[in-house]
């Protein structure tokens, strides 16, 4: 029982410092296109053969926590469309700015070959869906991730929780429902200034619970029961286990019944070939996504999410099928989905979602997933005091619709069946983010986050003049 104690520890100890190693390098840098000097967004920035890695924010700028011993290491920087910048890690300027030249393989070039393969976007992405168990992972694994969860307005914050998670996934081939969990390790920051007024989901939250409402009062609503809605609103459209385990984990769960891009995905997308690019060396076709003859639905409990259009892109590598990076958005498309997400949300695009993935001993795994989607709150509803409302004075109408967007990098990937083993069994595996958690700074020290842009910085600022930064 002693050793089995120690064991357990050790192991404990292991995970910790995999986050957390003291010794560490922090490389800071500016990517940017060689001929217009435009910043390029989400550019992988990695050390060579490892899972250690970022990516670019919105302006261009990265962050990177090296740890020693990987110093003499090469620093890759790559983006699909250009060629790679790489370089030894212990000669890296630190601050400087790295220009990439755009690099486009002749389409011509590869599609006139000897051995039979599909020449249309159809067929390629086809393909790719079959080679799906060959190039994902076919064994468990865990990977680290860090969560960037944040709700907002036009004009401000409302929500922003920093999370440190763990993801275990069984294999490509078990069903994510039951075969995937994500845990919440830590976090970092947790805001909630969001106006209490979400009547609506309150509403709806009693509808839940099989209560029958005419007219709420908000003044007689206790402020901790729409809190409870709130939160209740915000796991069952946006929670972490809704992305990975639902349909819009649109490679992971394109095995599972009615998936998007699954057996009978042609008959809501069509795929038409547009170019093919290069991405570090690699040819990879991109692949414009269009809408079928039948409209897409997600099909989610208690929500009505019918009518939508996919529209968007999906890059295959040219060489083994396996797919690069999704970039799908699902807009309002037929004549009850166009009006209803006028009304409720101001915004005809529902659901925004980009999937990128990273090669590593010849396997696909996740590597940065950004997600959002707009949110019912007061001001939403569509009630008939909507024209009284807006006719109020002091109105404005960009605080008046909110949406959510969650951002995951991944890192440290694990493979050592006895590790994950420990993980499983010691973790609680919980994704709720809304839980509260003590504050670790020497955890966060070191460990790889979401670099933000100028915008969030001041945004994040202008926020934390109105909250405690951390919650202890």
């Given amino acids: 029982m002693k050793q089995s104690k120690i064991k357990r520890l050790l192991s404990f100890f292991i995970f910790f410092i995999t986050a957390t190693t003291f010794a560490q390098t922090e490389l800071k840098g500016k990517v940017a296109d060689f001929l217009t000097f435009q910043p390029i967004e989400s550019a992988s920035v990695y050390i060579e053969y490892t899972t250690i890695g970022s990516i670019t924010n919105a302006d261009g700028n990265f962050v990177l926590k090296v740890p020693q011993q990987h110093l003499q290491d090469t620093l890759v920087i790559s983006s699909i469309g250009y060629k790679s910048f790489k370089v030894v890690i212990s000669e890296f300027e630190n601050g400087s700015d790295i220009f990439l030249e755009e690099d486009v393989a002749s389409l011509d070039e590869v599609v006139i070959v000897a051995d039979p393969r599909p020449t249309t976007g159809n067929g390629i ?113 946006n929670g972490l286990e809704n992305l990975f385990k639902g349909r819009l984990n649109l490679v992971r769960n394109s095995n599972v019944s009615g998936a998007l891009l699954g057996k009978n995905m042609l008959e809501k997308h069509q795929f038409e070939l547009d170019t093919i690019l290069v991405d570090n060396g690699r040819k990879i076709y991109k692949i414009k996504i269009e809408k079928g003859a039948d409209f897409v639905g997600l099909n989610t409990p208690n929500i009505y999410n019918d009518g939508f259009e996919p529209k968007g892109w999906i890059y295959i590598y040219y060489d083994n099928y396996a797919i690069k990076k999704v970039e799908y958005e699902l807009v309002a498309a037929s004549d009850v989905q166009k009006k209803r997400s006028k009304s409720l949300f101001d915004t005809q695009v529902i659901h925004k979602l980009v999937i990128t993935y990273k090669d590593y001993d010849g396997k696909m795994y996740p590597n940065y997933i950004y997600y959002e989607t707009p949110k019912l709150v007061n001001t939403g509803d569509r009630s008939s005091d909507r024209i009284k409302t807006e006719a109020e004075p002091g109105f404005d109408k960009d605080e008046q619709y909110y949406f959510t967007i969650q951002e995951i990098l991944f890192s440290d990937i694990i493979q050592d069946p006895e590790l994950i083993k420990q993980e499983l069994q010691q973790n609680d595996w919980s994704a709720d983010i809304f839980s509260t958690k003590p504050y670790h700074e020497s955890f966060w020290k070191n460990y790889n986050v979401l670099l933000e842009s100028k915008e969030e910085e001041k945004l994040i600022q202008d926020l934390s003049k109105r909250a405690s930064l951390y919650k202890e």
């Fill in 125 to 237: 992405v086809q393909k790719a869906i079959e080679k799906l168990p060959k190039n994902l992972p076919e064994q468990p694994y865990l990977q680290k991730g860090f969560l960037r969860h944040k709700e907002r307005n036009k004009k401000e914050y409302k929500w922003l929780i920093e999370s440190a998670i763990t993801l275990y996934d069984s294999s490509y081939a078990s069903g994510a429902k039951n075969n995937l969990k994500i845990n919440v390790d830590e976090t970092r920051k947790s805001y909630d200034l969001r106006d209490i007024d979400s009547v609506f989901t309150f509403a709806a939250f009693l509808k839940n619970k099989g209560i029958k409402t005419e007219n709420i009062n908000r003044n007689l609503v206790k402020t901790s029961s729409l809190v409870e809605a709130i939160k209740w609103n915000d796991s069952r459209v």
